[in-house]
């Protein structure tokens, strides 16, 4: 008699619950992959401006956020990009290298990450319900069970790739988090990450719109927390940029604490004080009456001349008038702009989330809680964060293939049922 094939339930179809979905079909197991929204990876088809920054070639444990970071590090060992790519390739996706050892797919098209991925789940024989809301789970005796706007569903294995509460317009929600507290696991507090940045200042409205490069430091309490270097761009309601989203976690952190948060910007991080001095003395001629407002567009964007103006003091108003005293206020002016910030975009606005699912109640071998056998998680759903670049996409990926190795036989991440 044929031994009847295992039978799991996986709640999420974005990147993890995809991932997973594939490789546990193509290992023999009945798979069954509920999707609240009517299309599969939302948070994909956006991602990366719509290229699909799929992982990083560089990765480490450092570039990942926990209050478990020993979990994160069992989690990726073995795991590098090298697998990444051998899985992508097993379904037709080849990668290319970016910029600062990021990987994207070679046609530059997110859609072509979630077809594929789509593609490879219904060729292992998974079962896709879209539109399927799940509204709670229960585990009654050996079994799951999941009552949805479908029909309820059974099942004696449950993955949760469920996500985080960020990007609700493209499915994030806090359902996930509620199913893992039902069944006794609890939650590291959630901020936004990989956000935007409020501000009341009223001059930073009318610089909307203005991007250059620059350097932020975040400094809580007047304390310096930390420093990131990319672009900044200043919008209608505060700040944002590379940058601003590469250090949004930490200012998350601290406006939760109630802490006053204050960036200093540099809007010339291509020059050292002592350069920029120089460059500014060898500009000015002495018998020019150019108004210093316009001496200044020499060098810096219209718009945000007039809060340099403010905040230095200068005493000068032309070009003549200018001396090496006047200078270091335009100096220290462009290379430490204060601006304070009174809150994030939010999680509407945000990439990812902080926090989720406690990791010390999770197998980071398996992905399998610790509190309820057979009941594992991947992704975002739990309290892992990674730095922009494709490192949240990574710790999805890995976290899939290691729940797949638990869930179901082993098999090469590239044999498929139609093998």
């Known amino acids: 008699m044929q031994k009847k094939k295992d039978e799991m ?32 990876g939302k948070k994909i088809l956006v991602s990366g401006n719509g290229k699909c920054n799929i992982g990083n070639k560089t990765v480490s444990p450092e570039r990942f956020h926990s209050q478990n970071p020993a979990f994160v590090k069992t989690v990726l060992k073995g795991y590098d990009a090298k697998i990444i790519e051998i899985f992508f390739h097993s379904i037709g996706l080849e990668l290319v290298e970016g910029k600062e050892g990021k990987l994207f797919p070679m046609s530059m098209q997110a859609a072509s990450v979630v077809e594929l991925l789509e593609y490879a789940a219904l060729e292992a024989g998974v079962k896709i319900v879209r539109s399927c809301a799940v509204n709670r789970v229960d585990r009654v005796d050996n079994h799951f069970t999941l009552e949805t706007s479908q029909g309820t569903f059974n099942t004696e294995t449950l993955l949760l790739a469920s996500g985080s509460v960020a990007a609700p ?88 604490q109630f802490d006053y948060c204050e960036l200093s910007l540099d809007l010339m991080p291509r020059f ?106 991947a992704g975002e759903i739990l309290d892992v964060d990674g730095d922009r670049g494709g490192f949240n996409f990574h710790f999805a990926w890995v976290s899939a293939m290691r729940a797949a190795k638990a869930t179901s036989a082993p098999a090469s991440l590239g044999t498929s049922t139609s093998a």
Not at 331 to 343: G, P, Q, R, T
């Open 9 to 40: 339930v996986i709640v999420g179809g974005g990147a993890a619950g995809l991932a997973a979905a594939v490789l546990c079909a193509r290992n023999g197991v009945n798979v069954t992959l509920l999707e609240q929204n009517d299309r599969l």
């Open 169 to 256: 317009k493209l499915g994030g929600s806090s359902a996930g988090y509620a199913f893992a507290t039902r069944m006794g696991h609890t939650l590291v507090p959630r901020y936004p990450s990989l956000v935007q940045l409020v501000s009341e200042e009223r001059w930073v409205k009318q610089c909307a719109g203005v991007k250059l490069p620059g350097t932020a430091t975040l400094f809580a309490n007047g304390m310096q927390v930390t420093q990131k270097e990319g672009d900044l761009l200043f919008t209608p309601y505060g700040i944002s940029g590379l940058t601003i989203l590469d250090l949004s976690r930490e200012v998350s952190l601290h406006l939760a």
């Open 272 to 377: 050292t004080k002592e350069q920029l001095t120089n460059l500014l003395l060898g500009r000015v001629d002495a018998k020019s009456q150019k108004p210093l407002a316009l001496w200044l567009q020499g060098i810096l964007h219209k718009k945000l001349v007039p809060r340099i103006l403010e905040v230095s003091k200068v005493k000068a108003k032309t070009e003549s008038e200018l001396n090496r005293k006047e200078i270091g206020k335009l100096v220290y002016a462009l290379k430490h702009l204060k601006l304070s910030i009174s809150d994030t975009k939010g999680f509407e606005h945000a990439e990812v989330a902080t926090g989720g699912v406690n990791t010390a109640e999770v197998d980071p071998e398996t992905m399998m809680s610790k509190v309820v056998k057979n009941l594992y998680f």
